[in-house]
């Protein structure tokens, strides 16, 4: 299939594909190679000496905790950064990348973490941005819609091309990042975290494509927190920690286990810590809630010092319910917090009443990226750090107190919260939330994009929480999450409550069920 206008006999995809040739028998030769890379921000180096190769027909996974040089190795490899000492090879040349756009002349793309793309622009638009189709001296909008949809029928994603990005949920943003770089004929493709937002199906159809396009001869750098996923498509695996390069191994030669080990350099032989035992008391009863469009007659309740798990597939309404309770949507339905009822709609009501929501969307909705640690620290209980003027000195103190508690590892307390890893921006955020001294905390999707290492963390803050008599809404999309944390479990399907499980009835089974509604709704487990 080929686009019309200029750049007619461009291939929409890889040439290869057409036919999709096997190339076991081939060789596989090395495309891209890092040659003693090291760089420094200023005085810090974050990479050392590192040495690696990307081969023909081959996905190289590269893993390690956040912070650990993977994002900034990357960025290298595809022209965002100058290394500071080392060299890239391609096919076996010295190359110097001084743009991205040097590095895509090269066949060399990169599909982002922190999506690349224009929210007021259209899908189609986004896709073909910088390398537009044309017919004569007009653009030829037919032809780019054509191969945005075939694109996107790749990865099995019903979005018309026509919607703008702004329109879209996140797991299809990330779908239309990736089929931006599938009609850009890599040689080797750079994948950032690319299902750290995505289904377990969207995964599944990622990873066909990518096994596709390993056996048309592309070298895939992959990473991901997820090593089952690791597991399941990398044929070598690299390790880093702290800016070295520690391991590297054929995938057949590595579990999932000695990975997690070798990424945080020490053992992990248990993940979850043992659950707390919750009250008798009640602190949250939500009653009859609906969320127009999205939740419809939804009950539950909230014992003190338990941990709540929230379950089910991605669009059964898990995070606009909890919206709803705490404001920020409109919401109809009866809250009764501590017995006392609080007003449906109203932030404000909800957060003087002891309950804070820490958000799926850290990057977005959560921090203020372009901000210090301090003052994104202080921010929602800035009223208690303000008489006349802000008291900057208690505002260091809180910081101080924070990154001890929450181990935030940043090199200079002035840091913008932007330039932290994903892991310490989650961090950040829940000691953001902690501040206002809640006590019921609703955290949606705690861990999403975060290395095992500080999943371990996290998982240690939420249990602690509990143990201390608060009360805590765990919504997760991945399952050994909820059940590892949760004393019980509420799945949501189709905007309803399907059903709630406790003790050893918390099985991925049960809950799958559930979700997918082959369980009786509204039906108790015991």
Same mark, same amino acid.
């Given at each position: 299939?080929?686009?019309?206008?200029?750049?007619?006999?461009?291939?929409?995809?890889?040439?290869?594909?057409?036919?999709?040739?096997?190339?076991?028998?081939?060789?596989?030769?090395?495309?891209?190679?890092?040659?003693?890379?090291?760089?420094?921000?200023?005085?810090?180096?974050?990479?050392?000496?590192?040495?690696?190769?990307?081969?023909?027909?081959?996905?190289?996974?590269?893993?390690?905790?956040?912070?650990?040089?993977?994002?900034?190795?990357?960025?290298?490899?595809?022209?965002?950064?100058?290394?500071?000492?080392?060299?890239?090879?391609?096919?076996?040349?010295?190359?110097?990348?001084?743009?991205?756009?040097?590095?895509?002349?090269?066949?060399?793309?990169?599909?982002?973490?922190?999506?690349?793309?224009?929210?007021?622009?259209?899908?189609?638009?986004?896709?073909?941005?910088?390398?537009?189709?044309?017919?004569?001296?007009?653009?030829?909008?037919? /032809?780019?819609? /054509?191969?945005?949809?075939?694109?996107?029928?790749?990865?099995?994603?019903?979005?018309?091309?026509?919607?703008?990005?702004?329109?879209?949920?996140?797991?299809?943003?990330?779908?239309?990042?990736?089929?931006?770089?599938?009609?850009?004929?890599?040689?080797?493709?750079?994948?950032?975290?690319?299902?750290?937002?995505?289904?377990?199906?969207?995964?599944?159809?990622?990873?066909?494509?990518?096994?596709?396009?390993?056996?048309?001869?592309?070298?895939?750098?992959?990473?991901?927190?997820?090593?089952?996923?690791?597991?399941?498509?990398?044929?070598?695996?690299?390790?880093?920690?702290?800016?070295?390069?520690?391991?590297?191994?054929?995938?057949?030669?590595?579990?999932?286990?000695?990975?997690?080990?070798?990424?945080?350099?020490?053992?992990?032989?248990?993940?979850?810590?043992?659950?707390?035992?919750?009250?008798?008391?009640?602190?949250?009863?939500?009653?009859?809630?609906?969320?127009?469009?999205?939740?419809?007659?939804?009950?539950?309740?909230?014992?003190?010092?338990?941990?709540?798990?929230? /379950?089910?597939?991605?669009?059964?309404?898990?995070?606009?319910?909890?919206?709803?309770?705490?404001?920020?949507?409109?919401?109809?339905?009866?809250?009764?917090?501590?017995?006392?009822?609080?007003?449906?709609?109203?932030?404000?009501?909800?957060?003087?009443?002891?309950?804070?929501?820490?958000?799926?969307?850290?990057?977005?909705?959560?921090?203020?990226?372009?901000?210090?640690?301090?003052?994104?620290?202080?921010?929602?209980?800035?009223?208690?750090?303000?008489?006349?003027?802000?008291?900057?000195?208690?505002?260091?103190?809180?910081?101080?107190?924070?990154?001890?508690?929450?181990?935030?590892?940043?090199?200079?307390?002035?840091?913008?919260?932007?330039?932290?890893?994903?892991?310490?921006?989650?961090?950040?955020?829940?000691?953001?939330?902690?501040?206002?001294?809640?006590?019921?905390?609703?955290?949606?999707?705690?861990?999403?994009?975060?290395?095992?290492?500080?999943?371990?963390?996290?998982?240690?803050?939420?249990?602690?929480?509990?143990?201390?008599?608060?009360?805590?809404?765990?919504?997760?999309?991945?399952?050994?999450?909820?059940?590892?944390?949760?004393?019980?479990?509420?799945?949501?399907?189709?905007?309803?409550? /399907?059903?709630?499980?406790?003790?050893?009835?918390?099985?991925?089974?049960?809950?799958?069920?559930?979700?997918?509604?082959?369980?009786?709704?509204?039906?108790?487990?015991?």
């Amino acid at each position: 299939m080929y686009a019309g206008g200029v750049g007619a006999g461009r291939p929409l995809f890889h040439p290869v594909l057409a036919s999709v040739p096997r190339l076991k028998d081939i060789a596989m030769a090395a495309v891209l190679g890092l040659k003693g890379i090291s760089h420094r921000f200023g005085p810090i180096q974050v990479l050392f000496d590192v040495n690696l190769e990307l081969r023909q027909g081959e996905v190289h996974a590269l893993i390690g905790e956040n912070g650990a040089g993977k994002s900034t190795l990357m960025k290298i490899m595809s022209g965002y950064l100058q290394p500071t000492e080392g060299e890239l090879l391609l096919d076996g040349n010295a190359v110097r990348f001084e743009t991205l756009r040097d590095a895509e002349a090269a066949g060399i793309i990169m599909i982002h973490q922190e999506f690349n793309l224009a929210l007021q622009l259209t899908v189609e638009e986004n896709i073909f941005l910088g390398r537009e189709e044309q017919r004569g001296f007009f653009l030829d909008q037919k /032809a780019m819609q /054509a191969q945005s949809r075939a694109l996107l029928g790749r990865l099995n994603c019903p979005v018309d091309p026509r919607q703008r990005i702004s329109d879209l949920s996140v797991p299809n943003r990330q779908m239309v990042e990736i089929a931006k770089a599938l009609g850009r004929n890599a040689r080797v493709l750079i994948m950032d975290e690319p299902t750290a937002v995505l289904t377990n199906r969207e995964t599944d159809t990622l990873l066909e494509q990518i096994d596709r396009l390993k056996t048309a001869g592309t070298a895939i750098l992959y990473t991901s927190h997820k090593l089952n996923e690791v597991s399941r498509i990398a044929d070598r695996v690299t390790v880093l920690r702290d800016g070295h390069k520690v391991l590297e191994a054929p995938s057949r030669e590595l579990d999932e286990q000695r990975m997690a080990e070798a990424m945080v350099g020490r053992s992990l032989s248990t993940l979850f810590p043992d659950k707390a035992m919750p009250a008798d008391e009640t602190v949250l009863e939500v009653r009859d809630l609906s969320v127009p469009g999205h939740v419809d007659d939804a009950s539950f309740a909230l014992r003190r010092g338990e941990v709540l798990g929230f /379950a089910g597939l991605v669009g059964s309404g898990r995070t606009e319910l909890m919206e709803g309770i705490v404001g920020l949507r409109s919401a109809t339905g009866q809250i009764r917090i501590n017995g006392v009822s609080v007003k449906p709609g109203s932030v404000l009501a909800a957060r003087e009443a002891g309950l804070v929501y820490l958000t799926e969307d850290r990057k977005e909705k959560g921090l203020l990226l372009g901000k210090n640690l301090r003052e994104n620290l202080t921010l929602l209980a800035l009223d208690r750090f303000t008489r006349v003027t802000i008291d900057r000195q208690a505002e260091e103190r809180a910081l101080s107190r924070a990154i001890e508690e929450f181990d935030i590892r940043a090199g200079d307390r002035e840091m913008l919260a932007g330039n932290l890893s994903g892991g310490n921006q989650q961090k950040l955020l829940l000691a953001k939330t902690m501040l206002a001294e809640p006590d019921i905390v609703i955290i949606d999707e705690p861990t999403r994009g975060i290395d095992i290492g500080t999943k371990q963390q996290i998982y240690g803050f939420i249990s602690q929480l509990a143990a201390r008599g608060k009360s805590v809404i765990v919504i997760s999309s991945e399952l050994p999450e909820v059940i590892g944390l949760a004393n019980r479990v509420v799945v949501m399907a189709s905007g309803r409550i /399907a059903g709630e499980l406790e003790g050893k009835r918390i099985t991925e089974d049960a809950i799958l069920r559930l979700a997918m509604g082959i369980a009786e709704r509204k039906a108790k487990v015991e």
